[in-house]
């Protein structure tokens, strides 16, 4: 997609690349991909597996939806189609994505690991170092998100366990683990719902809760929960808007501390913009731990050959372990000699300016704010680099990176 010319230099393959460099293929960068073509600037991107958007495709479970509706999740230019559920599966997300690569002639180059990536500021461009290549831009573009790789916690004796441990970036169904007790560790999104398919297999998951958690009901009378806090933030602060959804959720839900799930003293929305952690949206989970479907868990003091032992002071068998620990960013471990990220690989500038750094540097899918805020990011990055582009049109980079305009 990128205009590119290549030369060799002492066995080094160059491509010189005339547009941004965009590194994952992800709905991040497909989204700030198609707003460049809208505004006439060309750009390539990187993609470290063999396909768009594979997250969706490779790591996620099965019965996995769309947790917001879907008019919360489009991306710019393109919406869902109009057939699609209002709370849309995995294989409609990721043909919507695979659609939206194609309604916009994104073509990434696939397979390229970025192993390093820094700015030069005597040529003053962006070096990307792949297993093959080494590509140079004007701009970059992190588009590797806040989920680009599974967090394993350190558990002690986790080495004695004699069963399989999974992260549940590898579990795609509990269909053949009916009678089989599984051991969940984590309670969010994923751990829930997780728990929610295994018993559905008939399966008997047993669920750490570690921590505290926020449990909201996805709908609340037909309605988006999601929906009415975005409403009501439009005329009310968030910290009354918090206390409203925790009203809703007691009625709704009851009291959740009761099950062994307490409630965090700092609100949904309060929590999440300050530290990420997304609140849960039951789609049933919930009602299974009622009935003692799913067996809440207080932490796990230590693995042993056959199961666990808990901080309450049970011990007991498991033939499993599936950790829904989430996921975490790896731009630390690529990026280079810039300091506009923290040691956990998110912006130091927080959420609505975090999208741009320095010398060409850009961000998008780091807002915590889902793929709304991946699509505010795309829109700014978009218009602020085809400022720049219009300014330099008709400008070529010489083989000696020198600009030479026409």
């Known amino acids: 997609m990128g205009s590119c010319k290549k030369e060799c230099r002492s066995q080094v393959k160059w491509l010189w690349v005339h547009g941004p460099i965009i590194v994952g293929a992800g709905p991040s960068g497909l989204a700030v991909a198609a707003c460049l073509k809208e505004n006439g600037v060309p750009s390539l991107i990187l993609e470290r597996t063999d396909c768009i958007a594979s997250l969706w495709q490779q790591k996620s479970y099965n019965c996995l939806k769309l947790h ?5 999740c489009e991306l710019p230019l393109l919406k869902f189609p109009e057939n699609f559920p209002k709370y849309p599966t995995k294989p409609q997300f990721v043909s919507y994505m695979e659609s939206y690569a194609k309604y916009f ?44 790789e599974p967090v394993i916690p350190k558990i002690q004796g986790i080495e004695k366990f004699q069963g399989p441990v999974m992260h549940t970036s590898v579990y795609k169904s509990g269909s053949g683990l009916k009678n089989q007790r599984i051991l969940v560790v984590g309670c969010g999104n994923s751990g829930m719902e997780v728990s929610l398919d295994l018993c559905r297999h008939q399966a008997i998951p047993h669920m750490v809760v570690r921590n505290s958690v926020h449990i ?66 039951d789609v049933g989970a919930l009602s299974q731990i009622k009935f003692g479907k799913i067996k809440v868990m207080e932490g796990v003091k230590e693995m042993t050959r056959n199961g666990a032992k808990f901080m309450d002071g049970q011990e007991k068998e498991f033939d499993s372990i599936i950790l829904a620990t989430g ?31 320095e010398n060409g540097l850009y961000t998008v899918g780091f807002t915590r704010r889902g793929l709304l805020g991946t699509s505010s990011d795309a829109v700014k990055i978009a218009g602020d680099i085809s400022d720049q582009w219009r300014k330099i049109k008709g400008c070529e980079i010489s083989s000696d990176t020198n600009w030479k305009c026409k």
């Open 105 to 148: 002639s994104i073509r990434p180059k696939f397979n390229q690991v970025v192993q390093r990536a820094e700015f030069d500021s005597v040529s003053g461009f962006w070096r990307i170092q792949t297993q093959n290549f080494q590509y140079l831009s004007r701009w970059l573009i992190v588009a590797t998100g806040e989920n680009a």
């Open 68 to 72: 917001l509706p879907k008019q919360f």
């Open 216 to 281: 909201l009901p996805r709908e609340t009378f037909g309605i988006s929960t999601f929906a009415i806090a975005m409403a009501l933030l439009k005329w009310f602060p968030l910290r009354l808007v918090d206390k409203f959804l925790l009203l809703l959720a007691n009625f709704t839900l009851g009291n959740t501390d009761e099950l062994g799930l307490r409630r965090p003293k700092t609100g949904p929305i309060e929590l999440k913009n300050a530290t990420g952690k997304t609140p849960v949206l």
């Open 327 to 357: 996921y975490k960013s790896n731009v630390p471990s690529w990026l280079k000699g810039t300091d506009f990220f923290t040691k956990d690989g998110m912006p130091k500038t927080p959420f609505p300016n975090g999208w741009k750094g």
